[in-house]
């Protein structure tokens, strides 16, 4: 433990239970998260950095940050960090990959039943004063869900679905085999065979537009699309197309390639069931996420092994 109570800055909104368990570990918090000053002025001294992805840890901003020696983000995805820049610069990088992995996977199912079913045009309707009882929208029985990334959130979503009568595929190219018995295609053969294809991977550089016009053209017609994991992993211009031509019956966002989303014509579409990045933003996973960042840095200020260090060359 350094003499000195070490100072531990807060650049994003995160659960209070973060600030109470460094505080009692002996930590000096500053809470930056409204925004302003306080970040700039505190940059030069912190020890450890924690944010959300609002945060752009870029390589600029590492400069100015001479004396930091953790950067914990609180959630899943680190594409908002220069992990490579903070790596050379000996800065452990951790995360908090399993606070929100329940409530991505309700949201995931969520999104399918009100997607298949078309229910957000009648959600609307009906509040606004009409009453419409034609038939519309489909049951998800029956029908064949690709994941695109198997990961933890994938699997969860898949448990979910069990009672609901659908075929599940899945395609990533960093199992080696399936952990669940899951067929595990190729994306192309992915693509078209599934009706519903839900994205959860992690997004890089080699990764962005994933989904492009090319590979949105081979899922069949009438199929749907959902993102719960990065924008940038499906290329906009390419969906609106496909959803403007008939191709994709609708597709469900919870992510866009700029946030807050610009392409008004992709969010006004009447099959674009649009939510503004919620995927982890539950009671239970922001509090989960919050701990889990205060423990990890607690964790590293006692010597201890990190749990979930992103850039494990690092060492102390
Ligand atoms: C994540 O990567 O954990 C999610 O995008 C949620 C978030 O941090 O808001």
């Known amino acids: 433990m350094p003499s000195e109570p070490p100072l531990i800055l807060i650049a994003d909104p995160v659960d209070a239970t973060a600030a109470q368990q460094l505080t009692r570990g002996n930590c000096r918090v500053v809470d930056a998260s409204a925004g302003g000053a306080a970040l700039e002025a505190h940059l030069a001294e912190a020890w450890g950095l924690i944010v959300r992805s609002r945060t752009k840890v870029t390589a600029e901003l590492l400069g100015r940050a001479p004396h930091l020696r953790v950067i914990a983000r609180a959630g899943v995805g680190v594409d908002n960090i220069d992990v490579p820049e903070a790596t050379r610069r000996r800065i452990r990088v951790v995360n908090a990959p399993t606070a929100a992995t329940q409530s991505v996977a309700e949201l995931t199912v969520a999104l399918m039943l009100l997607l298949v079913r078309g229910l957000y045009g009648p959600i609307h309707a009906t509040k606004s004063g009409s009453w419409n009882r034609s038939t519309h929208g489909h049951e998800l029985a029956g029908r064949t869900v690709g994941f695109v990334g198997y990961g933890r959130i994938a699997r969860e979503t898949r448990n979910r679905l069990r009672n609901f009568g659908v075929t599940v595929l899945a395609h990533d190219p960093f199992l080696p085999s399936s952990p669940d018995g899951t067929a595990l295609l190729s994306l192309h053969e992915l693509l078209s065979r599934s009706e519903i294809v839900s994205i959860h991977a992690a997004l890089t550089r080699e990764n962005t537009h994933l989904l492009n016009a090319d590979r949105i053209g081979r899922m069949p017609r009438g199929s749907y699309l959902i993102n719960v994991a990065r924008g940038a992993l499906v290329d906009e211009v390419a969906l609106l197309a496909a959803l403007e031509s008939g191709h994709l019956a609708g597709a469900a966002l919870d992510v866009f390639e700029v946030e807050p989303p610009t392409r008004t014509a992709l969010l006004e579409h009447p099959h674009v069931l649009p939510t ?32 979930y260090q992103v850039n494990p060359e690092v060492k102390e």
Do not use: I, Y
């Open 276 to 307: 503004p990045h919620l995927g982890a933003s539950t009671v239970e996973a922001q509090a989960r996420a919050g701990m889990h960042v205060a423990e990890e840095l607690l964790r590293a200020l006692r010597h201890e092994p990190l749990e």
